[in-house]
T-cell receptor, first 114, second 114 residues
Framework: GDSVTQTEGPVTVSESESLIINCTYSATSIAYPNLFWYVRYPGEGLQLLLKVITAGQKGSSRGFEATYNKETTSFHLQKASVQESDSAVYYCALGESNYNVLYFGSGTKLTVEP | DTTVKQNPRYKLARVGKPVNLICSQTMNHDTMYWYQKKPNQAPKLLLFYYDKILNREADTFEKFQSSRPNNSFCSLYIGSAGLEYSAMYLC?????????????FGPGTRLLVL
């Protein structure tokens, strides 16, 4: 089936350090999958961080970047220098365009220490 | 207003009793979704409405019902709650587009079945 696997948390990094959260996907029934990162900040609902719908393209938002790599079926999330305010749970998701259905990974809880 | 509202935020139910959760949005989105989220697991799609058409995932087909009386509201109904239904229930909405539009999520309803 269609599935997403991402770095198991929790992940703790110090402020200004770099970050990578790994995400790989398997799309067996979706011909042209779209890839997303959603984030849930403490006390808030899930919200879109970034999305990429074309293989080979890079998405970016709030200093985070992720590149859609069809060859390695990966969509790793990276940031060069994290801040305390980046502490949240990050979800990688695979999507199909017909009805905007999303298949999520299990989430990675990130804590950024001052 | 990009808010998706869910009521109630917390729900305590007894085993064998029915549960009805409510979701609303005022973005005129044509699609509304319900996900189940358990600790350390991925949000799992239960069902979605595209306009007036209900689509339910195969493995949860018999466990959950839903109704959408108008474009703005969508409910999730459990006829007879079991302990395994304890979870966070997330509602989301989106507009069907060619390039897969963002899903907007509500804050969730935390259901505890005793």
């Amino acid at each position: 089936g269609d599935s997403v696997t991402q770095t198991e948390g929790p992940v703790t990094v110090s402020e200004s350090e770099s970050l990578i959260i790994n995400c790989t996907y398997s799309a067996t029934s979706i011909a042209y999958p779209n890839l997303f990162w959603y984030v849930r900040y403490p006390g808030e609902g899930l919200q879109l961080l970034l999305k990429v719908i074309t293989a080979g393209q890079k998405g970016s938002s709030r200093g985070f970047e992720a590149t859609y790599n069809k060859e390695t079926t990966s969509f790793h999330l990276q940031k060069a220098s994290v801040q305390e305010s980046d502490s949240a749970v990050y979800y990688c998701a695979l999507g199909e365009s017909n009805y905007n259905v999303l298949y999520f990974g299990s989430g990675t809880k990130l804590t950024v220490e001052p | 207003d990009t808010t998706v509202k869910q009521n109630p935020r917390y729900k305590l139910a007894r085993v064998g009793k029915p549960v009805n959760l409510i979701c609303s949005q005022t973005m005129n989105h044509d699609t509304m979704y319900w996900y189940q989220k358990k600790p350390n697991q991925a949000p799992k799609l239960l069902l979605f409405y595209y306009d007036k058409i209900l689509n339910r995932e195969a493995d949860t087909f018999e466990k959950f019902q839903s109704s959408r009386p108008n474009n703005s509201f969508c409910s999730l109904y459990i006829g007879s709650a079991g302990l395994e239904y304890s979870a966070m229930y997330l509602c989301a909405s989106s507009k069907r587009t060619i390039n897969q539009d963002t899903q907007y999520f509500g804050p969730g309803t935390r259901l505890l079945v005793l």
